[in-house]
């Protein structure tokens, strides 16, 4: 699976910007997805998730009631839309996918170790 991340830029706090990943299977549908991201000098954090099985989704208590993840289901596209961004989410966001079985999804997907298909990230930058 090749997943191919965009939309990123350079935006205002305050503004709104939402991401794209793109895959090159014919559906998302059987795999966990998640979007992560790494700011300069920081560690890959985990940002959201969808899961495979019901579809639920993850958020990181920094990003949650600001950034929503959704698919095309059926399809081969996953979203992140990010509201109310602000200069601390500045970083390269990076899709994932997932095609493994967790015995609890909503935690699985929360470490990025679990996550065995990577896209090549977007730079998002937010200015004060």
């Known amino acids: 699976v090749q997943l191919q991340a965009s939309g990123g830029g350079f935006v205002q706090a305050g503004d709104s910007l939402r991401l794209t990943c793109a895959a090159s299977?014919?559906?998302?549908?059987?795999?966990?997805m998640g979007w992560f991201r790494q700011a300069p000098g920081k560690e890959r954090e985990f940002v959201a998730a969808s899961t495979q099985d019901n579809h639920a989704t993850v958020y990181a208590d920094s990003v949650k009631g600001r950034f929503a993840i959704s698919r095309d289901y059926g399809k081969n596209s996953m979203f992140l839309q990010m509201d109310s961004l602000t200069p601390e989410d500045t970083a390269v966001y990076y899709c994932a996918a997932s095609s493994r079985a967790f015995s609890s999804p909503r935690l699985g997907v929360l470490a990025d170790y679990q996550y065995n298909y990577w896209g090549q990230g977007t730079l998002v930058t937010v200015s004060s």
């Open positions: 299977v014919r559906t998302l549908d059987n795999y966990h």
